[in-house]
Structures are given as structure tokens and as C-alpha cells.
DNA sequence: CTGAAAGCGCTTACAG
DNA sequence: CTGAAAGCGCTTACAG
């Protein structure tokens, strides 16, 4: 392997000199540059990461802190995941996925070091993850938002991204809008279930209507007992926003399944979905996508930024989805 | 920050026990490790992980090489990913994530001597990579395989996968089964294209009659074009089976817009995809589902295993797709 | 503008 | 069974 030594005695230089001009840390001449950078290059010199990170007390490694995502494969968290991939590389930072549930393994795993800061998904409206982090002293990016708002956080812009489906639904005539949403378990509450509803109802007051709410598991199951619920309770409802992605097939195909068209009968837009969902399904969903790619790159940009001491209020940085039209919206059915 | 001198002025020993006894490198009579480990609960002392590294010249990191994942969302991929972040911890290694493309890149991060090995996927059949990784000097296992089959690797077997699948549909009655598989682009071949139509035309050739291939890219455009060519050119053909993800929901729908039905008119099998893809599309398809996670996790295994000196033969690795029926397979159509 | 040296927090022969 | 010490390959005050 080739050191810093070697680089430096090649040269005719001290070790503390080639460090210099690698990190571009302190001015030195050009000629003396210019001699250390040919022997970077003849020897293939790449500095040794794990000597600069205990060195310098960064390692530069940053950690995608997620619950176990096996279960429920999501088609927006590997955009998430991999834009947070990108933007950390892009940075010169690495990201280490720790899929960890037990807040017990989490603060180990804090308290040993290896990284610079933490990405946190699948945050809750409540959660004690957070409470770890902050008594940990380490730097983290929030992706979702607790109850109190003043951590740095990036999030989906609910509010934005329902009026405006609401308005699309609007636009083509519907009054009776009905929200299909995400069932919150024993455990957890992620913090969009109770942001879309209030986003909601806030849309849909100017209609002067009752809302209707549904809340059913995030499984093709789950948007069959949407369709089902929809129809046998709310019949006067012609057309759904949902945000719920594992439960947008279930919701079509039930709702074909009790002879209902989509969108004959019922239209649909599903917030917060990718794109290639919406054209999976039959008739092509209307989505409005979710930027998460984007959000992924902007949190692990803010990460760094604040570890590169970036004095400001911690970043806090909403995106709405887009609209991205399908098959799914029409008219209302006369009535 | 606690250290190690901390812990052994506490218990009245030197640096060096107190690393015999975190590590178990080497026996400590019973109460000097009874002090230490006092000492560690009493002071919360944690082993920092990047001194570790350079100390002992192992870094406990594994890296995931892998192409932009950003563009083409295969719902299988997450499982992979995640069952190697767990694979890899379960072990007490991390993770992290390498987005690289860019083969020039990728030396230089291999050089940079932050990883112990890497796992490498969407292997192609000649693969660059590879070369550079054997040059590197850093172990590697792959998730698919290259050409010549002497290095580690863990991969679908796909020769049984399609040997059931069509076997599944032979016991429906089908004689002219179909291959849709995926259309290798300039820069990318998978080794599993060519590996699943051998084993598709080995498959059928006891049906003794022609083989059909049809080869599409992954979207669900393409898979629209693969109903169509199916009904153009292969008008003879009743069952398919599909080796392309991101084509499964375009063919489904496809076929239906022609007017055919399924499994009326065409049965389906997908495999290599998830049971929750299988779900969404309707009908819901029968799948073969790969084990995704499964894969990761012994990918990882496999590679922890070799990094901590196990002297065997590269492991090789082949997992069959298990059969998830849906409601997609039928008897073919009366002629 | 450059260098000598301490130090980051561990592991690991080597001695005893 | 335990310790003193070298060393992993860098960064960073401090001097000059």
C-alpha cells in the first residue's frame, strides 16, 4: 500500500506538506505542489480513508437510519434511498443503510463512531429514535416530521399536494371527495397520516360537504376493504384521493370488482406514488408523484451542509407532489 | 468521549487487557475481567469502531456496488438490498450504499481502503467491474453471475425456475408456451438473459415445437409491445412466461386491450418478481417469486464468511423462484 | 511557505 | 495472565 510517506519522500517534502495539498488546506508553492502531484500521480497515491477519519474525527460516513423496509417493499423508498445514495456521493460522503428497529442497537451503533451524522426515515408523530439522537450528539436529517416542528426535516408538502388534487377533482366537477389513507398500527404513527387528514379536510371544507374518511392497511387487501367501504358506506362519494400506495391496485381492482367503473363511477388520484405505479394498474392511475428521489438528495444535502457548519436554522424543506395525469379521473356519473 | 485508557485506569489494568477482554483475543483471569467489565457498564464505554479500523486494518464495511437504481424501480431490488443490510449486520458489518456507474470511480473508492469487500449487482456477462475488482485485491461476491463461473457468486436459478414454470403451465395443457424476456441494451447485459433463454429453449424442447422469444424492454411499454407481438407472430402460443418485472403489468393489460383474455386467451407466469407484484396486476398473475432477500442476505453471508478466513472454495450460490399461483394460469383455449 | 512532532484510539507482536 | 510500546496512516496546531 502505497502512504503519505511515500508520496512525501518522492517529493522531497514533509508528510504534513502533502497533506496540505491534497486537502487543499494551506497554500504552498507551485513548484513544490507541482513535484508532490507528480508523485501522487507515479505512484497511484489514494489517501487512506480510516487514518483521515480518526485523524481528523470525521469519518465522513453518514447513516440512512430505516425500519426493516423488507416487509413492505414501497415503491417510493427505493427512489428515496438511492437519491439519498447520490446526493451523499456526490458530497465526497458515504451512506450506510442501518435497518434497525431496537433503539437499544441504535444508540450502539451511534456511540461507536462510525459515523458523521443520521438520516432518519418512517419518522413518527412521537418517536423516541429521536430522543436517542439527540442525547447521541449526532447531527441528523429528519425525513418526515415529528410533532414539534423545529428539527431540521424533509417532508412531502401534504397540504399542498391534496388541495391541489382536490382541485383537479374539482375541475372535472366532483363535490363528494372522499381521502383513503394509511391505518396507523400499534406501533407506529408516522406523522403524514395525521398531516394528510387535516390537509384534507382543510381542501375539502370550501365544498361545504361531510368528509369521508377511510383508513385501511397499506396491502392490495387493504384497498379492496377501501373499494368495499366506499360503496357500501359512502355511496355519495364519486371520486377518492388516495395516500396509500400498497393499497392503490386493491383499490381499482375492488372497485371494479363491485361492478363500479374507474372512473365511470369513482375517479381516483393516488398522491404520493411513483409514476410507473399509476401505469401498472388498469385504467392508469392519475398520480401525483412523489418527489423522493429529490428528497432523498436534499436530505443528505442538508446533512452535510450542517456538518460542514453551516451556521443557519436548521433546514427544513417542503415539496409538494406533481400531477401526473392518467385514466383514472372524469367526470362525475349523473346522477 | 470515553476511550479504552479511560476504562483501564478505572480497573487498574493496561489499555492492552481491556482490548482482550472487548475482543476476546485472549484469556483474562476472572476478576481482571470482572473489573473491566465493570469498569465498561460504569463509564458506558463504547469501542470506537474507526480506531479499530486502522489498528487492526479491517473496517468492518462491506459496499453495495450498484448502478443507478434511481431510473428503473424493480421492486425486487429493494428485497435485495435490504436483505444484505441485514445480512451484513447480523454479522457486525455495515453497509454502505455505491452508486457507481463510472468504473474509473469506482477504483478510486476501492483505493481508498474504506471497505473490506464488495457485493456486486446486476453482474453483466462480461463485466468490467469485475476486472477491477480482481485487480483491486479487495474479495467480492457477486448477485449474478459473469461468463466463466470460478468466482463467488449468488445468483436465481433460473434454469429450474423456468423448468417448473413451464412445467406448471405443461400441466394445464399448455404445448406452446412463450418466452418474454428483457431486451439487453448497448452497455447492459445481464448474465441472466442469456442464461434464462437457454434454459427457457431447454425447457419447452420436449413440447417439440418451435421455441418463441420475444425480448422487450422493462417498462410497461414494453410489455404492451410484447401482447401485440405475441398476437402478430406467435398467434399459436397460449401461455407465457415473462422474465421482465418492469414489463409484467404492461403485458397483462396489453394483452387485454387486444381483446384477449387471461388466462382465457393467454396464460401467465411471471417470474423473478414479487408476490406483491403478482397482486397488484389483475388478473392477479401467478409468479414466481424470486428470493430476493434470501439472496442478499447469503450474498453478504458468503462474503463475511471469506473475509473471516474461510478457506473453501468460492461460494456458489443458486436459489429457485417459488411458485405463487394466482389467477392467471388456466387450461388453453379450446381451438 | 514548510517541517517536526504530537496525537487520533485502537490492536498486536513481544516480553516477562 | 498482564503490560509497555510500537504502529496503523493520517491531520493539525505550533514553530520557524
Redesign the interface.
Known amino acids: 500500500?502505497v502512504t503519505m510517506r511515500d508520496v512525501a519522500e518522492r517529493a522531497n517534502v514533509s508528510i504534513a506538506t502533502v497533506s496540505f495539498v491534497i486537502n487543499g488546506t494551506k497554500r504552498v508553492a507551485p513548484e513544490t505542489r507541482a513535484r508532490i502531484e507528480a508523485a501522487i500521480q507515479e505512484l497511484?497515491y489514494?489517501?487512506?480513508?480510516?487514518?483521515r477519519?480518526?485523524a481528523s474525527s470525521r469519518?465522513r460516513?453518514l447513516a440512512l437510519l430505516h425500519p426493516?423496509?423488507?416487509s413492505k417493499?414501497n415503491?417510493t423508498?427505493?427512489?428515496f434511498?438511492?437519491?439519498a445514495?447520490?446526493g451523499a456521493?456526490e458530497r465526497g460522503y458515504?451512506?450506510?443503510?442501518?435497518?434497525?428497529n431496537d433503539d437499544e442497537q441504535m444508540s450502539?451503533l451511534l456511540?461507536?463512531?462510525?459515523v458523521d451524522g443520521v438520516l432518519l426515515m418512517e419518522v413518527q408523530i412521537r418517536d423516541a429514535r429521536v430522543a436517542r439522537l439527540l442525547a447521541s450528539r449526532v447531527p441528523f436529517a429528519l425525513i418526515g416530521r415529528t410533532e414539534d416542528d423545529d428539527l431540521p426535516y424533509v417532508d412531502i408538502d401534504f397540504a399542498t399536494t391534496i388541495h391541489q388534487a382536490v382541485e383537479h377533482l374539482r375541475g372535472h366537477g366532483h363535490e363528494r371527495v372522499a381521502l383513503v389513507a394509511q391505518q396507523a398500527d400499534a406501533t407506529t404513527e408516522p406523522g403524514r397520516i395525521m398531516r394528510v387528514e387535516s390537509a384534507y379536510l382543510d381542501a375539502i371544507a370550501p365544498l361545504g360537504h361531510p368528509p369521508a374518511v377511510i383508513r385501511v392497511e397499506s396491502t392490495?387487501a387493504g384497498g379492496r376493504a377501501a373499494a368495499r367501504r366506499l360503496h357500501d358506506d359512502f355511496p355519495e362519494v364519486t371520486a377518492v384521493v388516495l395516500v396509500n400506495e400498497?393499497a392503490?391496485?386493491?383499490l381499482?381492482?375492488g372497485t371494479?370488482a363491485l361492478g363500479r367503473q374507474v372512473p365511470g363511477d369513482l375517479s381516483i388520484i393516488s398522491a404520493a406514488t411513483?409514476r410507473?405505479l399509476g401505469?401498472?394498474?388498469?385504467p392508469s392511475l392519475t398520480v401525483m408523484a412523489a418527489p423522493a428521489?429529490e428528497l432523498g438528495r436534499m436530505a443528505a444535502d442538508a446533512l452535510v451542509d450542517r456538518l460542514e457548519g453551516a451556521e443557519e436554522a436548521p433546514p427544513q424543506v417542503l415539496i409538494p407532489c406533481a400531477l401526473v395525469p392518467g385514466e383514472s379521473v372524469g367526470p362525475p356519473p349523473p346522477r
Open positions: 500500500m497511484n489514494r489517501r487512506n480513508v480510516v487514518a477519519a480518526l469519518t460516513i426493516d423496509l423488507e417493499p415503491a423508498v427505493i427512489q434511498v438511492m437519491g445514495a447520490h456521493r458515504d451512506l450506510v443503510l442501518w435497518p434497525v450502539h456511540a461507536g463512531g462510525l392490495s400498497g392503490a391496485a386493491g381499482a381492482k371494479r411513483t410507473e401505469e401498472m394498474i388498469e428521489a
